[in-house]
């Protein structure tokens, strides 16, 4: 018998060589060496070769048997009779779905729908709107909805009963057929779904009368979920197995996805875990100061300390006082002061300003002097 290649040699890598590397290097001797496309004298074998090193070294346990023990560590993983090669179509090569291609040997139960392979129902979205409020209490949550459910009288399997079940004629219950089509000098191979099963590998003769052959049936469902404090909008929350069941209940539901409508607060807007707003300000509040006080989203009243001598567009921050923080802690409140101009004025409050406009406003000579310390200032 002749001795094996080293199975890093074979795949043109050394020992350091990442999953990626394997995955790659694989696909490219692959499409080289397969038997449907290669001259290569030695192509057979080289493509069985190239196969055996694969399967070994993309398999963690077996490449660590095989980096200590050499080819006496995997020997026995392929039984008796060694590694015996697996079908693959040229078109699975250059799919990229290798995780089909070696399902068959590592127990995934390769074919189609009726060759036993684990299937999985589809997952729903829906939208749910909360209020501000809601998003910082973490208030709970629950909302109808109408849901497929497994149906109970046929178990999913949407026939009325096992005798109205029976196996595919065309794929032999595989659920899928080849399809050989000829390209100039090669036979181009490929895989695909049985049309007259759909590729289920059944056809059910007689349906369930109670959903029709559909395998499920629609249920009003009540969700209770909990928002996380502080959620951002957009977020989603998962429900595991709250989605559609498998395919004639073999298999898993899918999940139920829950995305987060916040709607707007009237006068908070958000950054991140900041609240941002802006409050109208007059100038006598501006030149001696004052405090204003409102009611906040926890509950505790929200003090906002405007200091003497503020100016119109200043930002004042108070911290601790935003939304929750994913790590713990409270995000800042930040307010912009904005100054409050009345557009109407009554004749004793235009005379009180025409009185205090000699002594409170800017005169054209000192209007040169007012911009350069500003942009002292600025450049300080």
């Known amino acids: 018998m002749a001795q094996k290649r080293d199975y890093y040699e074979v ?3 050394d020992r350091s060589a990442t999953d990626k590397d394997l995955k ?3 696909r490219s001797l692959a499409r080289k060496y397969h038997p449907d496309r290669s001259t290569e004298e030695d192509a057979e074998d080289r493509f069985k070769e190239i196969q055996e090193a694969y399967a070994v070294l993309s398999d963690e346990q077996k490449r660590a048997q095989y980096d200590r023990f050499g080819h006496k560590g995997v020997g026995a993983s392929f039984g008796g009779g060694g590694f015996q090669g697996f079908n693959m179509n040229f078109d699975d090569i250059f799919s990229g779905n290798l995780n089909d291609i070696f399902s068959s040997m590592f127990g995934g139960g390769g074919g189609g729908r009726g060759g036993g392979r684990s299937r ?3 997952d729903i979205l829906v939208n749910h709107p909360i209020s501000f409020q809601s998003m910082y209490d973490g208030d709970k949550e629950e909302m109808e909805l109408d849901l497929q459910s ?7 399997s949407g026939a009325r009963d096992s005798s109205s079940v029976s196996t595919c004629d065309t794929c032999k219950g595989a659920g899928q057929v080849v399809v050989r089509q000829q390209m100039g000098p090669f036979v181009q191979q490929s895989t695909q779904a049985c049309r007259d099963c759909r590729g289920e590998g059944q056809i059910i003769t007689h349906p369930c009368k109670k959903c029709h052959g559909d395998g499920t049936v629609s249920k009003s469902q009540t ?3 909990t928002i996380p404090s502080g ?7 998962r429900m595991r197995g709250r989605g559609e069941p498998a395919p004639r209940g073999k298999g898993v539901n899918g999940d139920l996805i829950i995305e987060l409508d916040v709607q707007l607060h009237p006068w908070f807007e958000r950054d ?3 609240l941002i707003m802006s409050i109208p300000v007059g100038y006598p509040d501006l030149v001696l100061g004052t405090t204003v006080s409102l009611e906040h989203i926890d509950g505790k009243t929200l003090e906002i300390k405007i200091p003497k001598g503020a100016t119109a567009g200043e930002t004042l921050e108070i911290h601790g006082r935003g939304l929750p923080r994913q790590r713990g802690g409270r995000g800042n409140v930040v307010v912009l002061l904005k100054l409050h101009i009345p557009t109407k004025l009554d004749k004793a409050t235009k005379k009180q300003l025409q009185e205090l406009k000699g002594s409170l406003g800017v005169s054209p000579d000192d209007f040169g002097d007012k911009v350069r310390e500003q942009a002292e200032e600025r450049r300080q």
């Open 11 to 13: 795949l043109g890598l």
């Open 24 to 26: 790659k290097s694989f």
């Open 120 to 122: 999985r129902g589809r």
């Open 231 to 237: 959620a951002p909008d957009g977020t989603r929350m």
């Open 223 to 225: 969700i209770r979920f």
């Open 272 to 274: 991140g875990a900041d």
């Open 150 to 156: 497994t149906c109970s009288s046929c178990e999913g």
